[in-house]
């Protein structure tokens, strides 16, 4: 075993001679009971969810979040507790842990761990209390995976009378993975939300010659009007903000109306991104409803 690999059991480094007790105790941290990081190292939500396998003996299923983040979905906070599914429920700090059944079908193999597939993770993670931020986190499981929405509502099915599976049916019509964003996913629920047709996400306009002009996050086609988020860096770098103008201008001279969407506006106004999609819409000879 070479140091490198880490996180690591502290008896396994010693009994292979890789670590002294000295160095141990120096140059690593342990971050839970026999279970060691380089010191100074920052766990990541995968590093995290391997250190709590690791201190299971590697006998839990990796679960949740941390299962989602071996599934190489983004957005996940760092900070996070690890979550594991062990029948034993004997505690340890920074780690959740599940008792839950999984059948044969729910759990897979990736790197030698063991972990609940896409789909059962989808089915758990959807139906954590909090549409939007449920929406997100399957939004960036679809993105990294191919799973898809009939895999969750096989479980659904199978899984009747589970806590949460009204907000997950609620849920998994709005999921698109194409979302790149947990922005663009907040964008989507609130424009949705605000009653108008659901947008397409990552639109391309092409230019006179074929070519992709640019990639719009969302909007809809029929009528050239799209909506995008401006992260801070939008604002903020003037190099950016050239960039933006110049695009658009180019998509406005190709027929587009583009409402632009902040944090801000998100947070505190988000009527004013559904008027002005709105208005945009019924400008450009939408019929709403």
């Known amino acids: 075993m070479e140091i490198r690999d880490w996180p690591f059991r502290g008896t396994d480094a010693l009994a292979a001679g890789v670590v002294t007790p000295h160095r141990l ?3 690593f941290e342990m971050v839970h009971r026999n279970v060691y990081i380089p010191r100074g190292q920052k766990l990541t939500a995968v590093t995290r969810a391997v250190a709590a396998w690791i201190w299971s003996r590697r006998a839990a299923t990796v679960a949740g979040l941390s299962a989602a983040a071996l599934h190489r979905t983004a957005w996940i906070d760092d900070w996070l507790p690890a979550e594991l599914n062990r029948r034993s429920r004997d505690k340890a700090r920074g780690i959740i842990l599940h008792s839950d059944t999984l059948d044969e079908d729910e759990v897979c193999v990736r790197d030698g761990i063991c972990l609940t597939t ?19 986190r399957l939004d960036a499981l679809m993105r990294a995976t ?63 010659w074929g070519a992709v002009l640019a990639r719009i996050d969302m909007g809809w086609e029929e009528w ?57 819409l019924l400008a450009a000879g939408c019929s709403l409803v």
């Open 224 to 280: 050239q009007v799209g909506v995008e988020f401006d992260g801070a860096q939008h604002w903020t770098d003037p190099a950016q903000r050239t960039r933006d103008i110049d695009r658009l201008a180019e998509l406005e001279d190709h027929g587009w109306t583009i409402i632009r969407v902040s944090a801000d506006m998100l947070r505190y106004r988000p009527y004013v991104v559904v008027t002005r999609a709105r208005s945009a």
């Open 118 to 136: 896409p789909a059962r993770t989808a089915f758990d993670l959807g139906r954590r209390k909090g549409l939007t931020t449920a929406v997100i």
């Open 25 to 27: 105790r120096t140059d």
């Open 146 to 208: 191919e799973v898809k929405v009939s895999d969750v509502e096989l479980l659904a099915d199978r899984h009747r009378g589970a806590r949460g599976l009204v907000q997950l049916r609620q849920a998994l019509p709005l999921v698109d993975g194409r979302a790149e964003s947990p922005y663009e996913t907040r964008t989507r629920l609130v424009l949705v939300g605000g009653g108008l047709p659901r947008p397409q996400s990552q639109i391309e306009v092409l230019n006179h």
